[in-house]
């Protein structure tokens, strides 16, 4: 039955392959259907529902005996452009495993349950993995609920959590809700498996990150009038800072991305005086973040003040210094998960495939809620195939069969960590 669900969910049915968009942004009011449909479900499938106060869902189905109930989870969000697997596989494959539980009556040793972690993709409200780092209290439910949405708008997430009716009134704290253990099916976003023609990804960790907004503040200035060595042109530094990211993070062998820019005051014929730009910078090692940090620091100060690195400034008219700011919006320092977890996967994706080639150890290099679900309770993910490595992209696809496989894992693993 929920697998009739899964594949409405993640495909419309006579879908191309290719149209298999979604956009369902964070406390929106498409996150408060899917969140209705959530609730509705796992009360149906005689599970007992906690909604905390950053809005985190926790449906859990009893067991023979009291105590933390071991956990799937994942997040029901997407990108604003993104795709219709990423986030809600895990979370309706967690379902599944109610269902199957239920279906065959079978009563586990102790509870078990499914959780929908608010706001995951940190794309409306820009703290990645926000709710669950509210739970492991690691991050601070007041900046959480204060955290305005990107562009400008005056929502912020207590705001919406009121509107859609999913600000809960237990504390979002794994003291008030603890888990025996967490895991996580989600696909692979990236392209090892296919390649590798293999199944099932154990994932053992998860990459570093950390989040910046940088300001560039120059002066605006007619473009008809102004010579070149006269501007403080905000944008043509923000371009070659950006170039400056990418260089840096091949010698670093990291991996450093700019998602939002803006500009001001934007007018075709106004040198821009000020930008404003994130930077993602990530690598498997917190050491090499810290390190990439640090030379993009020093480098932008030398550039703003025309200094020229690696021949930017090159066969250029030198213009007016700019000041540079930092500001650090999020950081996630490298995860690594449970061994027993880990090795509960990988016997359970053994186990469902039948061929141990089929399966193999990895590292995520997106976040999920399972880093900080690491905090606080042994946890691991399940990896599956993501056509051509694409993800927040509208052709995120994943076989139906691939999702079956993955959610037959993760219900083989919830059981046998239960019986642990
Ligand atoms: C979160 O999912 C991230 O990897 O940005
Ligand atoms: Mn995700
Ligand atoms: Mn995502
Ligand atoms: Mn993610």
Not at 41 to 54: E, H, Q, R, S
Not at 86 to 107: P, T
Not at 354 to 371: F, K, N, P, Q, T
Request: glycine share 8%.
């Amino acid at each position: 039955m929920y697998r009739d669900v899964l594949i409405l969910y993640c495909r419309a049915p006579n879908a191309a392959p290719t149209e298999t968009g979604m956009s369902r942004l964070a406390l929106s009011d498409s996150d408060k259907q899917a969140r209705d449909w959530f609730v509705k479900t796992t009360k149906a499938l005689g599970c007992t529902v906690t909604i905390d106060n950053i809005g985190n869902i926790f449906a859990v189905r009893p067991g023979r005996r009291e105590g933390p109930a071991t956990f799937a989870g994942s997040h029901l969000d997407t990108q604003p452009s993104g795709g219709r697997y990423d986030g809600i596989l895990g979370i309706l494959a967690g379902i599944e495993m109610l269902s199957v539980l239920q279906e065959h009556q079978v009563e586990t040793e102790f509870p078990v349950g499914v959780v929908n972690w608010t706001n995951e993709e940190g794309a409306r409200f820009p703290i990645s993995m926000m709710s669950s780092g509210v739970w492991a209290e690691e991050i601070a439910l007041d900046r959480a609920h204060n955290t305005r949405e990107v562009g400008g708008g005056t929502a912020t997430v207590k705001s919406e959590l009121e509107r859609i009716g999913y600000l809960g009134s237990t504390p979002a704290s794994y003291r008030s809700v603890p888990l025996a253990a967490h895991f996580e099916l989600h696909i692979e976003q990236g392209p090892i498996l296919e390649s590798e023609k293999q199944k099932v990804g154990v994932v053992k960790g998860v990459q570093a990150y950390k989040w910046f907004t940088v300001n560039i503040d120059g002066r605006d200035a007619h473009t008809g009038t102004t010579p070149l060595q006269s501007r403080a042109d905000a944008m043509l530094l923000a371009a070659r800072l950006i170039t400056h990211t990418h260089r840096l993070a091949t010698a670093h062998n990291a991996l450093a991305s700019t998602g939002i820019l803006t500009l001001s005051p934007g007018s075709t014929n106004t040198i821009p005086g000020h930008v404003s730009f994130t930077l993602d910078i990530r690598a498997p090692a917190d050491a090499t973040v810290e390190a990439m940090e640090a030379d993009l620091k020093r480098d932008f100060a030398a550039l703003a003040a025309g200094k020229d690195i690696g021949g930017l400034l090159a066969n250029s008219t030198p213009g007016k210094p700019l000041s540079v700011e930092w500001r650090t919006d999020f950081v996630s320092p490298a995860t690594i998960f449970h061994p027993d977890c880990i090795g509960v996967v990988r016997a359970s994706a053994e186990a469902v495939t039948g061929d141990s080639s089929l399966v193999r150890d990895m590292s995520s290099g997106a976040g999920h809620d399972s880093v900080y679900a690491s905090r606080r309770c042994p946890t691991s993910m399940i990896f599956v195939p993501s056509k051509n490595g694409v993800s927040h992209n509208p052709e995120e696809y994943t076989s139906p069969e691939d999702c079956a496989l993955g959610a037959e894992v993760l219900l083989q693993s919830v059981l046998r960590y239960d019986r642990m």
